[in-house]
């Protein structure tokens, strides 16, 4: 694999993680999914996973800024659920809604995701 090249499989995991995260977010929005399955949702991405596994990778090339937001994103949100939630309420997350489709759309420009898209 050429250096420059990015890591596909890094890519592939950390969108979709975010699609995920976008479908968890979009239920909440609708009322489909209340706060529970959110929290439980959150925690079976495994994102904390992710981080540990990419962290290191995201951070050595600038042109990963995208991927390294999402999987920031979808951790600070696992992370602080319950503060922005008691804070803020619910309608809050359509806030992150909106930056995680922002960086999802600015990944799917940047890369190839076609067969991605078959599998989510």
Same mark, same amino acid.
């Given at each position: !694999?050429?250096?420059?090249?990015?890591? =596909?499989? =890094? /890519?592939?995991? +950390?969108? %979709? =993680? $975010?699609?995920r995260?976008? /479908? @968890?977010l %979009? *239920?909440? !929005?609708?009322?489909? +999914?209340? %706060?529970?399955?959110?929290?439980? *949702?959150l925690?079976?991405?495994?994102? $904390?996973?992710? =981080? /540990?596994?990419?962290? &290191?990778l995201? +951070?050595?090339d600038?042109?990963?800024? &995208?991927?390294? &937001?999402?999987?920031? @994103?979808?951790?600070? @949100?696992? $992370?602080?659920?319950?503060?922005? #939630?008691?804070?803020? *309420? @619910?309608?809050?997350?359509?806030?992150?809604?909106?930056?995680?489709?922002?960086?999802?759309?600015? #990944? *799917?420009?940047?890369?190839?995701?076609?067969e991605? %898209?078959?599998? /989510?």
């Open positions: !694999m050429d250096s420059n090249a990015p890591d =596909m499989t =890094m /890519v592939k995991d +950390i969108t %979709r =993680m $975010g699609v995260a976008a /479908v @968890l %979009r *239920g909440v !929005m609708l009322q489909k +999914i209340d %706060r529970p399955t959110l929290e439980w *949702g925690q079976e991405l495994a994102v $904390g996973d992710l =981080m /540990v596994r990419y962290f &290191n995201l +951070i050595k600038p042109d990963n800024v &995208n991927l390294l &937001n999402l999987l920031h @994103l979808v951790y600070s @949100l696992e $992370g602080q659920l319950d503060f922005q #939630i008691r804070e803020y *309420g @619910l309608d809050s997350l359509k806030d992150d809604l909106q930056e995680l489709n922002f960086s999802l759309q600015q #990944i *799917g420009e940047q890369y190839n995701l076609t991605l %898209r078959e599998t /989510v």
